[in-house]
């Protein structure tokens, strides 16, 4: 394990104000979205898709990383120069998602637990070799109006997570780690606050004690916020003020970096809530975005798969970068979705 080059990797990821793009979403997940826009997943769709997110001029000022899925890591553009290369030579870091997905924990009904530790040291290795510096790992925690989740379901995923972000640091693979509270649910920003604390002290506890080294790593956190279906939604300045004393109590200081998931927000909500964390600041990590949806879903739209639709698709790219890379440094403004 060589500190020096976890913390430079997590540092350059999060550098000048850059985010990071999530576009690991795994092939169940891939054909949802395609489905909204009618587009069949098949592997040269999903191929194409993300060569024209990953060929789009400009990004590289905004995106200081990409999060590939396995199938993705092993493609190409069409001239034959693999995705993790070009990224590489764009100077965006290519990462991976490692985890297999969350299911039910057994005996403990409504807790999930992600899996994917078995083998997992041996996928590590020949990804570093396909190129990949950084990893991710989300584990899924739902809220729901009576006891989920329990302490042990939180306990349980903490533990996994410390236990994938040792398996990495120990290959010098820079681990993400995601705890994601959901925002499905009719639940409170209150109970929201509540539940993010207890699973960031319980993860930050369990890296501890597995020797995880905090400046060689990055946090992607669910921001503090109200259930899509609470009749109570909290404004922009409360999910900012929820969201950073949260975080100030559990997350140290030595993490060089939050990047937060965008959950099921809205493209513009997302970016305008960032934005205010960051107007709050100076903060003692580098606040920023690694978002999927936030930033995929109006260049889906842009795209419907038509080739004809390809300068639309990756103009419309480039300006969520660049709104999200204002928001890291608190300047964007909601005016600015209308501005050309
Ligand atoms: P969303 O921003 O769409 O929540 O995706 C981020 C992610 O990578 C979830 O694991």
Redesign the pocket.
Known sequence: MNNDILSSVAKSIVAKQKGVL?A?ESNPTIKKRFDSIKVESTEENRRRYREILFTTKGIERYIGGV?LFDETLRQSTQDGTPFARLLSSRGIVPGI?VDKGAKALALYPGDKISEGLDGLRDRLVEYKQMGAKFA?W?AVIEINERDVPTTFGIRANAHVLARYAALCQELDIVPIV?P?VLMDGAHSIERCEVVTSRVLEAVFSELDAHRVLFEGMLL?PNMVIAGMKCVQQASVQQIAEATIRCMARYVPTAVPGIVF????QSAED?TDHLNAINAMGPHPWQISF??????QAPVLEAWKGQENNLAAAQKTFLKRCQLNGLACGGTYARAMETAE
């Open positions: 999530a690991d999060i998602k991710k989300r995601e994601e992607k998931l965008s959950g099921g997302a690694s978002y999927g949806r936030a930033l």
